[in-house]
């Protein structure tokens, strides 16, 4: 029977009868190993959560290093998409296992849902040339010219048929294909749950070339206009089977990786991805927009392709009127360098950094600059609590330092 081995991102855990040499090579760049006596192997991973497919069979299911919890809330605020649903998901914050079972039967229950409906399909239209009529419409040149030619198949046209093959349900099989990589203990649910995700896990695509895209799709669509008349009950299960795959390692958000079976996200780009949609968020009403930097804009060096790239960009029309980074780490001199480079190239006179609370700073700090005045602003939030870094964000709005 396949294993499912559990370790932490950016955390030492140490396995009992691990054998590192089921890791594939295209993804041991992202892990450090350690070995100790009695066979015991550490595995530390890099800033990445997701699933890893092994050699020998069993999955490598790499947590976030902020919970559950907050790892969906930061996903559901980063892709736009609300992963909860009212009295269908229910968590209670105080226990890490929690949202992890009520998605998942939550999203075994939608399941069942889009399947009752009998209508868990789409339509396409295909060119055929038939004996029959085709029952979407009729050329009618081509259809004279093959009887006129007294052929066997005189008819051509468009035949409408049913497909399974649509990005909401390959977007489905998949989730529910490695539903118990995210939660091991499926055994206990009841029969029907079993059958149902037997049923969608069987229909999983073989190739994964399309999820990239058909996630996207799906996405885009439930934060804009979602899903309505025959399809309205696609959304609930939609919605927790991105919470699913997001858990996995598998979204669009950036920094994300796919190679052959295993999925991982980079958690620091999908943390920075939430801070700017929080930043966003507050400064809607400010008519301000927020979005990171686009490689290629703002070149260092006119010789060389070196880039500056800030997290945090604030615009008011065209104009840039404010620019940030976000810190995984205290910051040191080289990040204040960094911002110091950022305002010359913007051509502004203050910054900001967003750093976890730490001995070096527990609260707001002001830097200026000895030789022209300019100011970094260093504001601490607490990484820990996801809530309290939104309200956090929000007052930051009043007095962050902005041009004009």
């Known amino acids: ?53 092994l050699l020998n069979g069993d999955t490598l299911v790499i947590q976030s290093k902020y919970g559950d919890v907050d790892f969906i809330r930061m996903l559901s605020k980063a892709t736009g998409v609300s992963l909860e649903l009212g009295s269908d998901v229910q968590y209670n914050e105080a226990d890490e296992k929690t949202p992890v079972r009520f998605i998942a039967e939550a999203f075994l229950r939608s ?50 048929s049913r497909t399974f093959d649509m990005p909401e349900n390959r977007v ?30 069987a229909r999983a695509p073989l190739s994964l070339a399309k999820l990239h895209a058909d996630i996207e799709t799906v996405a885009t ?23 699913v795959l997001g858990m996995l390692g598998l979204s669009f958000a950036d920094g994300e990786t796919v190679s052959g079976r295993s999925f991982l996200v980079d958690s620091n ?25 686009v490689k ?8 060389s392709d070196e880039y500056l790239i800030p997290d945090i960009l604030i615009l008011r029309g065209s104009e840039i009127v404010g620019v940030g980074d976000v810190k995984h780490k205290t910051p040191d001199s080289s990040d204040f360098y960094q911002m110091y480079t950022y305002l010359r190239q913007f051509d502004l006179v203050s910054g900001f950094l967003l750093t976890p609370i730490s001995s070096k700073f527990p609260e707001d700090q002001v830097f200026t600059t000895a030789r022209d005045g300019c100011t970094i602003h260093v504001y601490p939030v607490n990484i820990e609590d996801l809530k309290s870094v939104e309200h956090r964000l929000n007052q930051l709005t009043d007095i962050l330092p902005l041009k004009g």
């Open 1 to 53: 029977m396949a294993t499912t081995w559990r370790i932490k991102e950016q955390n030492i855990t140490w396995l009992e009868r691990f054998d590192l040499g089921w890791i594939p090579d295209n993804v041991a760049d992202r892990f450090a190993f350690l070995a100790a006596p009695g066979g015991r192997v550490g595995i530390r991973s890099a800033a990445y959560v997701g699933s890893v497919k």
């Open 111 to 160: 399941l069942a849902e889009v399947r009752s409906q009998g209508r868990a399909f789409d339509w396409k239209d295909t060119k055929v040339v038939s004996s029959k009529r085709p029952n979407k419409r009729l050329y009618l040149k081509e259809t004279a010219s093959r009887v006129a030619m007294h052929e066997l198949k005189p008819f051509a046209g468009l035949q409408r």
């Open 172 to 201: 489905l099989t998949v989730a529910a294909l490695h539903l118990p990589n995210v939660f091991d203990e499926l055994e206990q649910f009841p029969d029907e749950y079993q059958a149902e995700l037997s049923w969608w896990s």
């Open 221 to 243: 669509r439930l934060a804009g206009a979602g899903y309505y008349s025959q399809h309205d009950y696609y959304e609930p299960a939609l919605r927790l089977a991105l919470g």
């Open 269 to 293: 780009a999908l943390f920075e991805e939430y801070m700017r949609r929080c930043l966003s968020d507050s400064l809607n009403d400010e008519g301000l927009i927020v979005q990171k930097a």
């Open 296 to 303: 290629g804009d703002r070149r260092l060096f006119s010789q």
